[in-house]
C-alpha cells in the first residue's frame, strides 16, 4: 500500500487573505525544511475580480532562521517556474498553482506580489507540502 500522509508533512504558508489595493506583496511564513527533502507550495487562488490585477511569485531560502540571509531561489532548485506559478484576473480565477523547492537551504518562504489590483478583493492562500520525510509517521495533526 502507498501511503502518503505518514510521509508528507503539510504546513501553512499564507492563511486566506485579500490582496491589498496599495499592492503590497503577501509573504508566506518561513518554512522549515528540517527532516525534509523538498517542498512544494500549493497557492488557492479565489475569484479576480479585478481586471488589470497580476501577481509575480518569488521563492526565497536562507539558512538564518529569520532569512536574514534570504536570497532568490536560483531556477535549478525550483520544480516549476516562477512565472507559472504567478497569476492574473484574465484567466485564473478560482485556480491553484503550484511550485515546488529542491535546494539545500533549511529555511524558504514565497512571496505573491500584485500588481495593478485596484479592487483588492482577490483571496489567495497557500500552504507548503514537505516530502521526503527522513522519519515517519509524519505528525498529524501536523503542528
Partial sequence: MRDYMNTLHVVRAISPQAA???NTAIVSQIID????DGL???LNI????DTNATFAVLV????AANLSDAAAVADDK???SEALAG???ADDDNKVRKIGYVGSKRYVRLTITPTGNDSGNIFVTALALLFGSRYAPTPNPPS
Fill in 20 to 22: 491589498r489595493t496599495d
Fill in 33 to 36: 525544511r528540517t527532516g525534509f
Fill in 40 to 42: 512544494v507550495f500549493a
Fill in 46 to 49: 479565489g475569484a479576480n475580480t
Fill in 60 to 63: 526565497e531560502d536562507g539558512d
Fill in 78 to 80: 525550483l520544480t516549476g
Fill in 87 to 89: 497569476f492574473t484576473a
